[in-house]
């Protein structure tokens, strides 16, 4: 798959709801850079997500969109409880770093 990269600008978008699979893909594409989401509303795999989601030199971005924009969604103070959604999924990813 790698061979696809041949002006260094590909990256993949594998998600985290399949584990298995996000696995498989980063054995097939050790050094291309991912692009994972589904760890928040969608209940993915957060370990994995880290684990399978860095390529070799580290680098990889995890994503979660509805778990924190919406985490406040009727709440006066959205803005800081959305805050505190994001340091929880950055303080669970960094568990498996
Ligand atoms: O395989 C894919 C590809 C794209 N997405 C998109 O990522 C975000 C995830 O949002 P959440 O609210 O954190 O679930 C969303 O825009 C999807 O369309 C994906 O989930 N899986």
């Known amino acids: 798959m790698s061979e696809w990269d041949e ?4 990256g993949l ?5 399949r584990p298995a699979e996000l696995e498989r893909v980063r054995e ?7 692009l994972v989401p589904g760890v928040g509303a969608q209940g993915g795999d957060v370990e994995a997500a880290v684990e399978h989601g860095r390529a070799a030199d580290g680098v990889g971005v995890v994503n979660s ?3 924190i924009i919406f985490a406040g969604e009727d709440d006066e103070n959205w803005d800081r409880i959305a805050g505190e959604a994001a340091k929880r999924l950055r303080d669970r990813l960094n568990e498996y770093r």
């Open 7 to 10: 002006h260094g600008n590909v």
């Open 65 to 67: 969109t509805r778990g």
């Open 28 to 34: 097939i594409a050790p050094d291309l850079p991912f």
């Open 13 to 17: 978008v594998v998600g985290a709801t």
